[in-house]
């Protein structure tokens, strides 16, 4: 586990495959992102980052590109064990103007938690990693339809989520692995206008993955990252399954 400071930049395109009963959809994800972290004398940790998210989604109405926004602050228990808090904050808005009516949205999300992290050395070039995180995000979504019809939408979620990962490092450069995902959902979704509802919602899921990846050194700061993933949605039989296929160009300095 790496206990120095660093800045690094990524790059990344991910794939995603699943069918559901509302249809398939199969699309690219390109994404951003730049992060630093520095580390004191006494162990602690301090670190930022910034994401851009661009997902090539036809079906959706709305452009889905966002902005993600991360501090995260923690302390180095062992040489092979940390403990972490976080913060971030992601912006979203479009508008859309066709010729009998006109849509706009704005969404923002929260998020906070902690992260537990603890690698088992087996040999120096092999390990399990092993993390585990608690968090809760809020979500606030407003959605205004004009023209021929005059609605605005409302909706304020909440998720609490509990992820274990853990990584079987079979050497340096290549790993599999398996994680777990528990979610519990509280949802209000309000309309009024020309269309008025309220209505509120509860439920908790669960999702399985099991995972592969590569890790290539180009150079001394740069590497790339080949992986792939098979996602299980284990509790709603409607929930469909993914399949996940990555590539990331990492610089680390």
Request: glycine share 6%; aromatic share 16%.
């Amino acid at each position: 586990m790496a206990q120095s400071s660093n800045i690094g930049a990524q790059y990344s395109l991910m794939n995603t495959e699943y069918r559901g009963i509302g249809g398939n959809n199969d699309f690219d994800t390109d994404s951003y992102s730049i992060d630093g972290t520095y580390v004191f004398d006494s162990s602690w940790f301090l670190g930022l980052a910034y994401q851009d998210v661009n997902p090539n989604e036809q079906n959706s109405v709305y452009d889905q590109d966002s902005d993600t926004y991360t501090i995260n602050a923690g302390y180095y228990i062992t040489n092979s064990a940390s403990l972490s808090a976080f913060y971030s904050n992601s912006e979203q808005s479009d508008e859309k103007d066709y010729e009998l009516y006109q849509l706009a949205m704005e969404q923002s999300v929260d998020s906070y938690g902690v992260e537990y992290r603890h690698f088992f050395a087996f040999t120096p070039l092999s390990g399990i990693d092993l993390s585990a995180k608690l968090s809760q995000e809020k979500l606030d979504y407003v959605s205004v339809s004009s023209g021929a019809s005059n609605t605005k939408n409302l909706s304020n979620n909440t998720v609490n989520t509990a992820i274990i990962n853990l990584n079987w490092y079979i050497n340096r450069s290549w790993s599999i692995g398996a994680n777990y995902q528990w979610l519990d959902i509280d949802a209000e979704h309000i309309a009024t206008g020309d269309l008025e509802w309220h209505t509120n919602m509860s439920h908790s899921d669960s999702f399985y993955g099991l995972k592969t990846a590569y890790w290539w050194q180009i150079s001394q700061h740069f590497a790339a990252n080949f992986s792939a993933a098979k996602l299980f949605g284990s509790d709603d039989a409607n929930r469909p399954d993914g399949f996940l296929v990555g590539a990331t160009i990492n610089g680390r300095f």
